[in-house]
């Protein structure tokens, strides 16, 4: 049978130097978790969210899928946002999106890539809801980044959508909505100067009374 024991050794090296620096640091986990923070990514193994903005265990709730999509009969992901809204009372969910996307590239083609093509049926609409200004480039790594910040855009309003953030803003909840974006060659966030604060700001088809 195989253990990756190695994996079982570097835990513990992680884990000796954490109590090393805090002894007190995983008792203080266990009791309780309060993170300000959803952060809804791509299930990309190199993009991080905890090492990308320097954030401990249990400073940001987490749910990641290919492409970092926010879907209204997405059971998991909007079950992950009631808990992180509701119970966990974050102020701040984070749509980060990633440059290189492995899932906005093959959605932007028109090969078969198997099940995941129903998942990316969602960034083909975002496609071809920009379709022309998309296409208005001529590079086609252009397009590539164009189309994965517009996915972020876009996801930041099916978040904004839902009632469950709605919800919490009728409640008086202060909750903010944030876009951004990572790239892998730099290591840096890029924020896409999206950020909704309250009902006002999304589109008025979207408001529910």
Request: with cysteine; net charge negative; glycine share 6%.
């Amino acid at each position: 049978m195989q253990v990756l024991k190695h994996l079982f050794d570097t835990n513990r090296e992680w884990a000796t130097k954490i109590k090393e620096s805090n002894p007190e640091f995983f008792l203080q986990l266990s009791n309780q978790q309060t993170p300000e923070y959803l952060w809804i990514g791509c299930s990309d193994s190199r993009v991080s969210e905890n090492l990308l903005v320097g954030k401990m265990p249990g400073e940001i709730f987490v749910h990641r899928n290919i492409a970092n999509v926010v879907v209204h009969s997405d059971l998991n992901c909007l079950s992950v946002m009631q808990f992180a809204v509701e119970v966990l009372k974050v102020k701040h969910i984070i749509v980060c999106g990633h440059y290189g996307c492995g899932g906005i590239k093959a959605a932007m083609d028109n090969q078969e890539h198997g099940l995941i093509d129903n998942w990316l049926r969602h960034i083909k609409d975002v496609y071809r809801y920009h379709q022309s200004r998309i296409d208005s480039f001529q590079n086609n790594e252009d397009k590539f980044n164009l189309l994965c910040e517009l996915n972020v855009i876009e996801q930041v309003a099916n978040v904004c959508h839902t009632t469950i953030v709605q919800n919490a803003w009728k409640s008086g909840h202060e909750l903010v909505i944030h876009g951004w974006i990572y790239s892998i060659e730099t290591g840096l966030l890029k924020d896409l100067n999206v950020c909704i604060t309250n009902r006002s700001e999304i589109s008025k088809v979207h408001q529910i009374e």
